[in-house]
């Protein structure tokens, strides 16, 4: 999360006004108003500013009122604005993306660009952050996208993935379930260059990817999950994908059973260098003969 202003103290702030401080600043950067411009425009400090946008002080909607009007926001943009500012602070809370590409939530990707750690897992598929451009397509493909909407969501993919190829990279662990391995999306050469790619992703220092076998069975693989966690003073965050949603948890008790679903999974999990042999394997497999004639746990022996 990129400051015009000297960081403040993030004791006070909390997923949730960490978001509304990110979308106001992106409003005021994107149409190019400096911080102290809008601060002698309307006679506020400049650490009343800085706090807002740092998620460290309560928003008050007169507040954030007057700067979207100050911005003459669009009247989309006020009712995204202003709909954060009327929710309840109570460590839960979803974000409604329908149509639009789960890779371009706000708060998904914010706070995944200054994570310390990530941890996730998706059942059946692969996790965005490790989907080929190819096998992101496919999966589009048959999701009914097409044209300008493929590209846009192509486009918050590449975005979102990028924080695994940056020198600040947070400590990473995806557990990827064999199921995801087994499913063809997009044909054999789709797979194989997927797997591929596994297996180069797989020599990231700040990088593990783990296998949970099928024969691993559990309530924790039921379903998705990532958790993030940051510098102090900021709590962890977690977060679960749906098709058309995606739910945020920051609450102590909702991160304390998520720490425990990748516990089970770490648990059940092949190491990180039995898992690169199985993405090896996987890719012979769906280069040269028919996927199905040989298994995950086969490539264990």
Do not use: N
């Not at 002080?57 to 943009?77: H, I, M, P, S, W």
């Amino acid at each position: 999360m990129p400051r015009d202003d000297k960081h403040p103290s993030a004791r006070l702030s909390s997923a949730h006004s960490r978001e509304l401080g990110e979308e106001l600043r992106r409003v005021r950067v994107g149409l190019g108003i400096k911080a102290s411009t809008l601060c002698e425009e309307v006679g506020w400090s400049s650490a009343k500013l800085s706090k807002l946008e740092g998620g460290t002080r309560g928003a008050c909607e007169a507040d954030v009122a007057t700067l979207l009007g100050f911005y003459r926001a669009d009247k989309a943009v006020r009712a995204r604005v202003l709909e954060l500012v009327k929710q309840s602070d109570r460590g839960c809370f979803v974000r409604a993306h329908h149509d639009a590409s789960p890779d371009d939530v706000l708060c998904a990707r914010m706070h995944e660009a200054v994570a310390r750690t990530l941890t996730c897992y998706q059942p059946l598929l692969l996790p965005s952050l490790l989907r080929s451009k190819a096998y992101a397509e496919a999966l589009l493909g048959h999701a009914g996208a097409g044209g300008e909407q493929r590209d846009s969501r192509l486009g918050h993919l590449a975005a979102r993935q990028e924080v695994l190829h940056r020198e600040s990279a947070p400590e990473a662990v995806v557990f990827i379930h064999e199921a995801a391995l087994h499913l063809v999306v997009g044909g054999p050469a789709v797979m194989h260059d997927q797997c591929m790619r596994l297996c180069f992703m797989a020599d990231r220092a700040r990088l593990g990817l783990r296998v949970v076998p099928m024969s691993a069975g559990h309530p924790a693989l039921r379903c998705s999950a990532t958790l993030l966690t940051f510098a102090e003073p900021l709590k962890p965050l977690a977060f679960s994908e749906t098709a058309t949603a995606t739910a945020f948890f920051d609450e102590d008790t909702a991160i304390a059973a998520v720490r425990r679903k990748f516990a089970a999974l770490g648990a059940m999990a092949l190491g990180v260098e039995e898992s690169r042999a199985v993405f090896r394997r996987w890719a012979v497999a769906y280069d040269t003969t028919d996927p199905r004639s040989g298994t995950v746990a086969a490539a264990q022996r």
